[in-house]
C-alpha cells in the first residue's frame, strides 16, 4: 500500500483550535505585562509503557510502521494452520447453488446478509440519517466493494481467505425475519469447512461464533470490519476514524496516519497483529463505532486493517486522485486459535448506550466516546448537558443556551473584578502616563526599571487594582470553549440535532450567522470595554482585528460552539454595560473629565 498524503489528515482542529487560542491569550498577556513594566511612551495625551502492536514475523506496529513502507503480514508466514492428519476423512460437500439474501430486521437496524461469504452487504441503521437525509446505511459501500464487507472472515492465508470470504454457504434462513432471530450459515468442499452463526435481539450487540477447519485441523478466522464507516464521504470525515482497543484497562487508539513535529509520519500497517488480552477492540470514526467483545479475552487478538482509497473516485487528474488518499480502517478480532466466539456492538458512540454494554471482565464501552485532552471538563459539562435536555429543556441549542448562562452567572464575581480593576486603571492612567514619561529613555537593562516597576505597583496597591485582572475570565472560560468543540465533535447525542435555523449543532453553521454575530458582538464588546495601558493606535488596532480573528476561527466550527460563544458575548456585553453606567464608574468618568478640564486650562 502507497504511503496517505491526503491533506485533510493533519493535526486535529482541537489541536489547532488549542494553539490558536493559546497564541491569542499570549499575545494579550505579553501586550500587557510590557505595557505594565515599560509603558507607553508619553503621548500627547496579551507515556507510559503500552503494550506494542506486533504482526506475525514478531516486529512491533511501531516499528513497522516507521518503515519506508507499512509491512503487512506475510501471508505465508503465519504458522497457525496444524498439520492435517493423513487419515483425516474429506467432509461431505455442503454449498449453495446460487445466491441469495437473508434480512434481519428490528425497529434499530435492518441488516442485510448475501449467502455468498455469509456476509453483510448492508446495515441501516432506522434512527440515525445520512448527510441527505436518508436512513443511514453504516457500511461504506464503495470501500467494502474493494477491500470487504462486514463478518466476513480474516485469515493469514490470502488464497484461503478470498475463497473463504466468495463461498456460497448454506443458509439457515432465506428471506426476512424479525429480531430475536438466529440466522447461521455452513460451507465445505470436503476439506475446508466453515460455520457461521449469529444471533440478534433488539439491541445494537449480536451474538457471533465461527470456525473454521481444513483437513479436519483448525484455522484461526477472526470475524472483521474490514472498510470504514457510511458516513465517512469527505477527507475530514475518513480522517476521524480510529482503531481502538481496551487492555489491562488501558485505552489505545490509532489513527490511519500519525503526524508528530519531531518525527516522521508513521502509519498503521496492514496486517497488523496486537494479542490479547483484550477487552475489547475494534474500528470508529466521529459517532459511529464496531466493537468486537471477546468471550475469552486472554485468547482474543487483534488484527488492523489499513487500506488506501481516493476521496474522490470521480477526479479526471490522475495525480491528484493519486494524492488525495483517504485511510480506510477496519478490524477482524478473534481466538489465536480455535473457534472463535464473541459479541459485536454496531451502532452509535451514545454515552449512555455505550454505558449499558458490557465486556466480558464487566468493564463498559463508555471509554469509546474520547473527549480528548480536557476530557476532565467536556465530560461532565455533557453530562449536565444531558442532563438539562432530558429534564428541563428539550431542544439541544436551548439547553445550550441555558448551561451557558448557568456559567457566566457562577464567573459573574470574577468578571465584575475585572470590570472594576478596568475602571480603576483609567483613574490611575494619569499617574502611571506621568512615571512613564520620567523614566522614558532608558534602558531595559537600566538598574532604574526596577524603581519604575515598583513606583507603577505601588500606585496598583494603593487603588486595589489587579493588573492581569482582565484576562482572568478569559482564561477560565477557554477550557470550557475547548471542552464544548470536544464535547460536540465526539457524542452522537448531538449529530443532526437542531436549532432555530440550524439543522446540525455539530456541524458549521450553513448561514454563518453564528460566526458573524460573534465578531459583531466582540466588536462591540471591545469599544465598551475600557482598554487602559495602551496608545490609541494599538486600542483601536485591538478592537478591529481580535473580533476578526474569532470570527475566522470560529467560521467553521460546530454550529453548537458558536451558540455557547454567541450567548457568552451577549451576557458579556449587558454586564459591561450596566457596569459602565454604575455609580463606580460615574464617579470615576466624572474624576477624569474634571483632569481634563483642569489640564485644558
Not at 451558540?563 to 449587558?574: E, R, S
Request: charge should be positive; proline fraction near 7%.
Amino acid at each position: 500500500m502507497n504511503e496517505l498524503k491526503n491533506p485533510e489528515q493533519d493535526p486535529s482542529t482541537e489541536k489547532r483550535l488549542l494553539l490558536t487560542f493559546a497564541l491569542v491569550i499570549a499575545v494579550l498577556f505579553g501586550s500587557q505585562f510590557l505595557m505594565q513594566r515599560f509603558g507607553p511612551k508619553a503621548a500627547p495625551q496579551a507515556a507510559s509503557a503500552t503494550q506494542q502492536p506486533v504482526n506475525a514475523s514478531g516486529t512491533s506496529a511501531s516499528s513497522a510502521a516507521t518503515q519506508a513502507e507499512p509491512v503487512a503480514i506475510p501471508e505465508t508466514s503465519a504458522p497457525l494452520v496444524r498439520a492435517a492428519k493423513a487419515d483425516a476423512p474429506a467432509a461431505p460437500v455442503k454449498q449453495a447453488e446460487g445466491e441469495t439474501t437473508t434480512i434481519i430486521e428490528s425497529d434499530l437496524y435492518r441488516i442485510t446478509f448475501t449467502n455468498r461469504g455469509a456476509q453483510v452487504k448492508s446495515w441501516i441503521l432506522k434512527k440515525h440519517k445520512d448527510d441527505k437525509g436518508n436512513p443511514l446505511d453504516l457500511i461504506n459501500a464503495r470501500a467494502a466493494e474493494q477491500f470487504g464487507y462486514p463478518l466476513s472472515l480474516y485469515v493469514y492465508d490470502e488464497a484461503l481467505r478470498n475463497k473463504i470470504n466468495s463461498a456460497m454457504f448454506v443458509p439457515s434462513i432465506v428471506g426476512e425475519k424479525k429480531a430475536p432471530a438466529t440466522v447461521s450459515f455452513e460451507y465445505s468442499d470436503g476439506a475446508v469447512i466453515v460455520r457461521k452463526s449469529f444471533a440478534f435481539d433488539n439491541t445494537f450487540t449480536l451474538k457471533v461464533d465461527t470456525s473454521v477447519t481444513k483437513g479436519g485441523s483448525p484455522i484461526s478466522a477472526f470475524p472483521m470490519w474490514p472498510s470504514g464507516f457510511g458516513d465517512q464521504v469527505t477527507g475530514p470525515q475518513f480522517a476521524t476514524g480510529r482503531i481502538e482497543w481496551e487492555h489491562s484497562d488501558k485505552i489505545e487508539r490509532e489513527a490511519a496516519t500519525t503526524h508528530n513535529f519531531t518525527s516522521p509520519n508513521t502509519w498503521i500497517a496492514n496486517g497488523n497483529t496486537i494479542p490479547g488480552p483484550l477487552n475489547w477492540a475494534g474500528a470508529a470514526d466521529q459517532y459511529f463505532t464496531v466493537i468486537f467483545l471477546p468471550e475469552e479475552p486472554n485468547s482474543a487478538a487483534l488484527v488492523q486493517l489499513h487500506h488506501a482509497m481516493p476521496v474522490d473516485p470521480n477526479e479526471p487528474d490522475l495525480k491528484k486522485r493519486e494524492k488525495n488518499q483517504a485511510g480506510i480502517l477496519g478490524t477482524a478480532v478473534g481466538k489465536m486459535s480455535g473457534d472463535t466466539s464473541l459479541r459485536l456492538f454496531v451502532g452509535p458512540k451514545n454515552l449512555s448506550l455505550l454505558q449499558s454494554v458490557h465486556a466480558a471482565n464487566g468493564a463498559s464501552l463508555s471509554g469509546v466516546v474520547d473527549f480528548g485532552f480536557w476530557s476532565f471538563i467536556a465530560k461532565p459539562l455533557f453530562l449536565w448537558l444531558r442532563w438539562t435536555q432530558q429534564h428541563m429543556i428539550s431542544n439541544w441549542g436551548w439547553a445550550i443556551v441555558f448551561v451557558t448562562l448557568v456559567i457566566n452567572a457562577v464567573l459573574f464575581p470574577l468578571r465584575y473584578s475585572s470590570m472594576k480593576s478596568a475602571l480603576l486603571m483609567q483613574k490611575v492612567q494619569p499617574e502611571v502616563n506621568a512615571i512613564n514619561r520620567r523614566y522614558q529613555g532608558i534602558k531595559l537593562t537600566d538598574p532604574r526599571q526596577q524603581e519604575k516597576q515598583r513606583e507603577v505597583q505601588e500606585i496598583y496597591k494603593r487603588e486595589g487594582i489587579n493588573p492581569a485582572g482582565g484576562c482572568v475570565p478569559m482564561l477560565i472560560q477557554f477550557p470550557f470553549l475547548i471542552a464544548f468543540y470536544s464535547m460536540l465533535s465526539t457524542v452522537n447525542e448531538l449529530r443532526h440535532a437542531p436549532w432555530m435555523w440550524v439543522h446540525d449543532l455539530s456541524s458549521p453553521d450553513p448561514w454563518k450567522l453564528l460566526p458573524l454575530t460573534i465578531i459583531v458582538t466582540m466588536f462591540v464588546m471591545q469599544r465598551i470595554t475600557p482598554m487602559t495601558g495602551m496608545d490609541p493606535a494599538q486600542a483601536k488596532m485591538m478592537q478591529t482585528m481580535m473580533p476578526l480573528m474569532m470570527g475566522l476561527i470560529s467560521w467553521n466550527l460546530p454550529a453548537g460552539l458558536g451558540v455557547y460563544w454567541v450567548t457568552g458575548n451577549l451576557i458579556g456585553f449587558v454586564q459591561q454595560y450596566y457596569m459602565n453606567r454604575g455609580r463606580n464608574a460615574q464617579t470615576i468618568r466624572g474624576q477624569i473629565m474634571k483632569r481634563e478640564q483642569r489640564r485644558r486650562k
